[in-house]
C-alpha cells in the first residue's frame, strides 16, 4: 500500500512559483494531475523510478519541473511562471508501472490534493 501525501499549496500572484511535495510514494513512477472547478482531472507531469526520465503536459512544459528525491522518499512540483489558468487542486498520484502515464485511471494511489490559487 502506497500513502501519499501532499503539501506546498497556497494563493500567489501571477509569474510566482510554488513547489509542490509529495511524500512517501516509494519505488513507483509517480505523477501529478490537477482538476479545475468544472473540469476533469488532467495530467501535469511524470517520473519514473529513477527520476531519470520525465514527461509533461504541453501547457506546463518549460514552466514546472518535476524530481524525485529517493532519499527523502518524495516527489517535487517546481512550478514557475504561474498563471490564472494553472488555478486547480493539485493531485499526487502514483503506480507500479505504466505506458499510460496520462491517463488517471492508470494510477490507483492518490493523495488527497492541495490547492494551488494564482490571481492575476
Known sequence: ???LVESGGGS???GDSLRLSCAATGRTFSA???QAPGKERAFVAAVDYSGDVTYYADSVK???TISRD???NTVDLQM???KPDD???Y???ATIGTEKYRVPDEYPYWGKGTQVTVSS
Do not use: E, I, M
Open 1 to 3: 500500500q502506497v500513502h
Open 12 to 14: 500567489v500572484q501571477a
Open 32 to 34: 501529478w494531475f490537477r
Open 62 to 64: 518549460g514552466r514546472f
Open 70 to 72: 529517493t532519499a527523502k
Open 80 to 82: 514557475n511562471s504561474l
Open 87 to 89: 488555478t486547480a487542486v
Open 91 to 93: 493531485y499526487c498520484a
